[in-house]
């Protein structure tokens, strides 16, 4: 193939190659879901000798990269530990960032089992401080909420509310993937440590969004939006109950993908609403 080909050709020469090259080479095997552990052990090994010359937008190619083909390799780890280190020795690193490089490494480090909370207050103070300039368009909203789910903090709170008032003023109703990131928002603001601070009028109109885009859902999609909704303190809320309804065909359709847990817990609602 000829990802192989290329991995083939640059492993003798992987000393050779700068901050960005490392960074793109991993960042398009990456994208095309394209694994190679040599290559990527490599380019880890050497990423790791000249860190110090990594800009933002690199480190988070570079961390996005190994998140997503989730390589769990002793150098690729090492990759998490220099990144974080860097950004927590230099605040320049968040200074030049943009809002989607913040929430790149932010998610990056969630998705690859790496969640550091000093680097994620960081990454919040900067978000923070930059309010509506931030610049985030839906699924790099949804991002940082996920990265942020699990976190409680007077920043992650920060966050939200600025969440809260951008989110949906970038809904592009043309983005064929745009389910995917109200499905990260609804599952980071349900199942995280935030529920209690979500305004209603919020949630009704991300419900609403969910149930008219559910003709994108994938199965991640409908897991994530139905987890969500089973929480207790909805139980009562007509939403909940067209939600479910709407959302029906679409979890007997990918049920049987689903872990037995999620599944069971799913059921149980199914079951409470009467729509079994």
């Given at each position: 193939m000829?990802?192989?080909?290329?991995?083939?050709v640059a492993?003798?020469?992987?000393?050779t190659?700068n901050?960005?090259?490392l960074?793109?080479?991993?960042?398009?095997?990456?994208?095309m879901?394209h694994?190679h552990?040599?290559?990527?052990?490599?380019?880890?090994?050497a990423?790791?000798?000249?860190i110090?010359?990594?800009?933002?937008?690199?480190?988070?190619?570079l961390?996005?990269?190994i998140?997503?083909i989730?390589?769990?390799?002793e150098?690729?780890?090492a990759?998490?530990s220099?990144?974080?280190?860097?950004i927590k020795?230099?605040?320049?690193?968040?200074?030049e960032?943009?809002?989607?490089?913040?929430?790149?490494?932010?998610?990056?480090?969630l998705?690859?089992g790496h969640?550091d909370d000093?680097?994620l207050?960081?990454i919040g103070?900067e978000?923070s401080?930059?309010?509506?300039?931030?610049s985030?368009?839906?699924?790099?909203?949804?991002?940082?909420a996920?990265?942020?789910?699990s976190y409680?903090?007077?920043?992650?709170?920060?966050?939200?509310?600025?969440?809260?008032?951008?989110?949906l003023?970038?809904?592009?109703?043309?983005?064929?993937r745009?389910?995917?990131s109200i499905?990260?928002?609804y599952?980071?603001?349900?199942?995280?440590?935030?529920?209690n601070d979500v305004?209603?009028?919020?949630?009704?109109k991300?419900?609403?969004?969910a149930?008219?885009y559910?003709?994108?859902?994938r199965?991640?999609?409908?897991r994530?939006?139905l987890?969500?909704a089973?929480r207790?303190e909805?139980?009562g809320d007509?939403?909940?109950r067209d939600?479910?309804?709407t959302?029906?065909?679409?979890f007997?359709?990918y049920?049987?993908?689903m872990?037995?847990?999620?599944r069971d817990s799913i059921?149980?609602?199914?079951?409470?609403?009467?729509?079994?």
């Open positions: 000829l990802f192989d080909e290329v991995a083939k492993i003798p020469i992987i000393d190659f901050s960005q090259s960074a793109n080479t991993v960042n398009a095997f990456a994208k879901g694994q552990p040599v290559l990527f052990d490599e380019v880890a090994r990423a790791i000798s000249i110090d010359t990594f800009n933002s937008q690199n480190l988070a190619n961390v996005s990269a998140a997503r989730r390589q769990d390799s150098s690729c780890r990759v998490y220099a990144v974080a280190d860097s020795a230099d605040r320049h690193y968040l200074n960032a943009s809002g989607i490089d913040l929430s790149a490494i932010a998610y990056a480090f998705k690859g969640v000093d680097l207050e960081l103070i978000a401080r930059r309010g509506a300039e931030l985030l368009d839906t699924q790099g909203w949804g991002h940082l996920k990265a942020f789910k409680k903090s007077p920043v992650a709170d920060k966050v939200f509310d600025l969440l809260f008032r951008s989110f003023e970038q809904v592009d109703r043309s983005d064929e745009l389910l995917e499905a990260d928002v599952n980071a603001l349900l199942v995280g440590e935030h529920f305004p209603s009028d919020f949630l009704t991300l419900t609403e969004l149930m008219e559910s003709s994108q859902a199965m991640e999609d409908v994530d939006i987890i969500g089973t207790v909805m139980r007509p939403l909940q939600l479910y309804t959302y029906r065909p679409l007997d359709r049920r049987k993908d872990s037995p847990r999620v059921n149980e609602t199914f079951e409470y609403l009467g729509l079994r």
